[in-house]
């Protein structure tokens, strides 16, 4: 679930965000699980995980990457 107000509740699924509406929901139970997948950040070194956050946390824009020359 990633919005909820007193009409509707926004949930995150693979590819979509779907909108239902609040009067059809009957529960709303937090999960375990993160939606990150287990493990992604085992290829990554400690700097590297480092530098990851930083740039996450940076309100910077890093510019596109351009292959071909373009």
């Known amino acids: 679930m990633t919005k909820q107000d ?3 509740v926004a949930i995150v699924v ?3 965000t779907i909108v239902v509406s609040r009067k059809d929901v009957k ?3 937090q999960g375990e699980l993160s939606m990150m997948p287990e ?3 085992a290829a990554l070194s400690e700097v590297e995980i480092r530098d990851l956050i930083s740039y ?4 910077a824009q890093v510019p596109m ?3 071909g020359g373009q």
């Open 6 to 8: 007193d009409n509707t």
């Open 14 to 16: 693979p590819g979509e």
């Open 27 to 29: 529960s709303l139970v």
């Open 39 to 41: 493990g992604l950040l």
């Open 56 to 59: 996450l946390r940076s309100p």
């Open 65 to 67: 990457f351009v292959t």
